[in-house]
């Protein structure tokens, strides 16, 4: 059974920056899609980006384009999301997640497995 876990949450000030980090454990294949997602308090789990396994085609939510960066090393099994400029409609509980199939949009129900999450907590 494939297990993700989230690092790298914390609180930061607003203009601040922080890199999330997803390892992957538990499975020997190929996951072909990585995402992040975030669920802020009372609103519903959204897509932040994805990445293919190439490492090369991305995909971003409007609202983070410019200001956070997802990018992988395959080796190490491990999903980042570089965060710039945060701001404080940012906060959120961030989520990993894995999809077998190609990267499809982001959505919540194209993706197989998640992990726990990792807090981020940005202040004004």
């Known amino acids: 059974q494939a297990q993700l876990v989230e690092s790298g949450g914390g609180s930061v000030q607003a203009g601040g920056s922080l890199r999330l980090s997803c390892v992957v454990s538990?499975?020997?294949?190929?996951?072909?899609?990585m995402g992040w997602f975030r669920q802020a308090p009372g609103k519903e789990r959204e897509g932040v980006a994805s990445?293919?396994?190439?490492?090369?085609?991305?995909n971003y939510a409007d609202s983070v384009k410019g200001r956070f960066t997802i990018s992988q090393d395959y080796s190490k099994k491990t999903v980042y999301l570089q965060m710039n400029s945060l701001k404080p409609e940012d906060t959120a509980m961030y989520y990993c997640?894995?999809?077998?199939?190609?990267?499809?949009?982001?959505?919540?129900?194209?993706?197989?497995?998640w992990g726990q999450g990792t807090q981020v907590t940005v202040s004004t």
């Open positions: 538990g499975y020997s294949g190929r996951f072909n899609c």
């Open positions: 990445i293919y396994f190439d490492g090369v085609s991305t």
């Open positions: 997640a894995a999809r077998l199939g190609v990267c499809r949009a982001l959505l919540e129900s194209n993706y197989n497995y």
